[in-house]
């Protein structure tokens, strides 16, 4: 069974850290692109960062770039979300997808499969 499973949202407090995580199962990662979205409640999806199959490219969102680095480890079949110097604006579902292997973008549309999502909350 293809299968993609967020892990590591919680509760943090502003200025807090984060590390998420993306597993796959069924499937190997290495060919694919790999992206983070976020959906907060009452707003529309937005990509937060993606990174390449070779994990040579990354691209980030523009809210974002200096506090989150995105990561892969093709070995642990996983990709990863540091994310550091959080605000309550990050609060949202994190979603991790895959797209075909190439420039990685933060298009939705491109992405085929989806994890469940992994809940951030920001708060003091």
């Known amino acids: 069974q293809v299968q993609l499973v967020e892990s590591g949202g919680g509760l943090v407090q502003p200025g807090g850290s984060l590390r998420l995580s993306c597993a796959a199962s069924?499937?190997?990662?290495?060919?694919?692109?790999i992206a983070w979205f976020r959906q907060a409640p009452g707003k529309a999806r937005e990509g937060v960062s993606c990174?390449?199959?070779?994990?040579?490219?990354?691209n980030y969102a523009d809210s974002v770039p200096g506090r989150f680095t995105i990561s892969r480890d093709n070995a642990k079949n996983t990709v990863y979300l540091q994310m550091n110097s959080l605000k309550f604006e990050d609060t949202a579902v994190y979603y991790c997808?895959?797209?075909?292997?190439?420039?990685?973008?933060?298009?939705?549309?491109?992405?085929?499969?989806w994890g469940q999502g992994t809940q951030v909350t920001v708060s003091s």
């Open positions: 997808a895959t797209a075909p292997g190439g420039y990685c973008t933060m298009n939705y549309y491109e992405y085929s499969h």
């Open positions: 069924g499937f190997t990662l290495d060919r694919y692109n």
């Open positions: 990174i390449s199959s070779a994990g040579d490219i990354t």
